[in-house]
């Protein structure tokens, strides 16, 4: 998506450590044109399927999932990050190991939000090693439900994640895909 791309060149910064950083519009300050346009994509490519949910992971992904939920008039669940948990029963919990912060942690969703009759649209900012995704995933089956597709915005094509997880058979649509990017010289080449 070409807007996306242009504000990654305008806006990003590559950091060392492969992390592309995009607080401008994204992250940390959101340009609320950027992630309308988005939530628009990523309607406009799932729009042949009934999707009854949308899916993501606090906190990035909230933000741009909101607007896809709120366009497609269905609920919006995120996958909290949990401190301890209570395994009593009535949550689905799986594990994130986090690019960014290089720690593992627990994450969460209540069982009366997911159940086997949805058809769920999982949304998230980026995908790199498919850590957030998988645990999205593991969730998705736990709850045995159908997974329709999944929207990245960003993802960096020379991490795994997006291969191993479509080699699964999952459908990954991404706005933008990094296929190399280079720190030193701030320099990012797209996927053609
Ligand atoms: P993964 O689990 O696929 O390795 O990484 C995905 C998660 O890590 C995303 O939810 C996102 O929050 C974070 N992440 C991964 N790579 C980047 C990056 O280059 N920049 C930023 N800002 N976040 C990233």
């Known amino acids: 998506m070409k807007l996306l791309e242009d504000k990654i060149i305008e806006y990003g910064q590559i950091k060392h450590g492969n992390v592309v950083k995009v607080d401008t519009f994204l992250n940390h300050q959101l340009d609320p044109f950027v992630v309308d346009a988005l939530a628009d994509e990523f309607i406009r490519l799932y729009s042949g399927s009934s999707i009854s949910k949308i899916l993501t992971i606090e906190s990035s992904g909230i933000a741009i999932a909101y607007p896809v939920a709120s366009k497609l008039g269905v609920p919006l669940v995120f996958a909290k990050k949990a401190e301890s948990i209570n395994l009593d029963g009535e949550l689905y919990t799986s594990k994130v190991f986090s690019f960014t912060k290089h720690r593992e942690y627990d994450v969460i969703v209540a069982k009366k939000f997911l159940s086997d009759k949805d058809n769920v649209l999982i949304i998230d900012d980026f995908l790199a090693n498919g850590s957030a995704l998988n645990a999205l995933l593991s969730i998705c089956t736990q709850a045995n439900l159908h ?39 701030q320099k990012i080449v797209y996927k053609s």
């Open 147 to 185: 997974v329709e597709g999944i929207g990245i915005c960003i993802e960096k094509c020379f991490q795994k994640g997006g291969e191993e997880i479509r080699s699964k058979g999952y459908r990954i649509e991404s706005l933008a895909m990094i296929e190399s990017i280079d720190a030193d010289n």
